[in-house]
């Protein structure tokens, strides 16, 4: 485990939290149902609820994406190493415990730069004895120093898989598109590039809607069509994979979505509607629910 991250001072951790704004991986938390998440983001994650009363599907088929496509990587093409950008607060299947899972020497990186992420990362460093886990806490924006700290657990001789899952979103083109060019550059050939992003492209009316609420509270909040995620393969030398970029619910369905929690019809009806969305199946989605893209490819 990373020693310069989990050896910070309790008393400036705490100072570091803000709780006067949200935090996107505070918001994600609330729609998972987590508990590691302040009164401004559930205030966020219920606005974006209230815009679109749908869109908790697209949270959760975005992590169910990146459940089957880290499980595709390490079961099918024996890619044994992970970097995780933008990991979010710990809960159920980890990338960690997919890979491990699969093959208990797999390493697995996770960078985020919420304190409250930081706070919790020790629950992201509980790998087996045969692999190994590490937390960095650096923002998407310092590429450089990302590939310098995680050097210290992957091996960048052999392939990585990079896993940019829900997070360029709130990153400008100006800004996003060298980023990725620079991370893969630094992967040798046979790395993997594992990627969501949100788009206006499928149900326009509501995301846009969502959109405003997060842009009102400060969030850079880009919708990229599909030729723009499909620009980011291109430019950092990618091939994508079948299916290509595809609604996330599309990209190789395998109808091992996790059962929702279960609550009497009674103990739901006194919760608020944030609260309600960690109980719902998703398997009911449609085409007219998703507002994300899925994709996976090889670097040449």
Known sequence: MSGDALSQDPAELRRRIDTTKAHPARVYDVFLGGKDN??????????????????????????????????????????????DIGTGLPTAENVHQIAQRISPDSRVVYVDNDPVVLAHA??????????????????????????????KTIDFDQPVALCLVAILHFVEDAQAYPIVRELVAALPSGSRLVLSHLTEDLNPESIRAVQRTYTERGFTFVLRSKAEVERFFAEAGVELAEPGVVPAHHWRPDDAAPAPEHADAADLEGLDAIDKVRYYDISDVTDADINVYGATGTKA
């Open 122 to 151: 020790r629950a992201l460093l509980t790998s087996g004895p045969e692999g190994r886990t590490d937390y960095i806490d650096a923002d998407l924006k310092s590429p450089a120093h990302i590939l310098e700290q995680a050097a």
């Open 38 to 83: 302040y009164p401004v983001d559930r205030a966020a994650a219920a606005a974006a609820l209230a815009a679109n009363p749908r869109g908790y599907l697209d949270v959760r088929h975005n992590r169910d994406f990146m459940r089957r496509a880290v499980t595709t990587l390490a079961k099918e093409d024996g890619i044994r190493q992970f970097l």
